[in-house]
């Protein structure tokens, strides 16, 4: 199996766009690690290798995860997080633990924590909703990824109109946080939530307008009818 990562990192090596290479670190306030591949170029290799593994177990697969999240690469990370998400339905409940190392561990940026929170980190929570109860403590976190986490993680459920209490605890608990890419993932996930709950949320900003930080308040508000932005902004 350490022949098919070594592959992946060949091509990874050799897939380099100097362009992409050039500005990959301006995204970033931290220092980053990178190949300066292009990112469909890094889906596609994803998909491909993934296919190439064949009938390959679920644990074994995370091993490779592992590895690809300890290179410490992002272009690595994002094809550890595809790969984690191509076996979402066979996620057990013990997997929050694998999960949770990953975040804990080896995410070290808002894409890689995006990448990997928004989907696998998810579904898995929408599979097991009891361990929202996790991403309450992670929002408690000294750690700004892990914190970040808690919020990315209930993106694409709050989108589908899951969870909106939940939400707004979380909400509650990073209110007042001063990171700002922090406040810009609870603010995410706000406006994520007000596609299918807009006056619960738009309620919600106005009840905390005051205490909650402009980053976070526009982030949440973005995608509301620009009468109610208004409202929200009005200091």
Known sequence: MNSIINE????LKNKT??????????????KI????VKIPYVNQIAKEYFNKLGKISKNDLFDL????????????????????FFVRK?????????????????INNWASCDTFCNHSMGEFIEMYPAYIE???????????WVRRASAVSLIIPGKRGKFLSEIF??????LLDNDDLVQKGYGWML??????????????VISHKQEMPRTALRYAIEKMPKELKEIAMKK
């Open 169 to 174: 605890e979380i909400a509650d608990i990073l």
């Open 65 to 84: 995860c592992d590895e690809l999240w300890q290179s410490t690469y992002i272009e690595e990370s994002f094809i550890a997080a595809h790969w984690s």
């Open 191 to 204: 406006k994520s939530a007000s596609n299918a709950y807009q006056k619960e949320v738009f309620d919600y």
């Open 17 to 30: 766009d100097e362009k992409t290479k050039a500005n990959s670190q301006r995204f970033f306030k931290e």
């Open 90 to 106: 066979q996620y057990k409940p013990e997997d929050f633990q694998k999960f949770e190392y990953w975040i804990r561990n080896y």
């Open 33 to 36: 690690n990178y190949y300066g």
């Open 8 to 11: 992946i990192r060949e091509l």
């Open 134 to 144: 996790k991403l309450k403590e992670f929002a408690k976190s000294s750690n700004r």
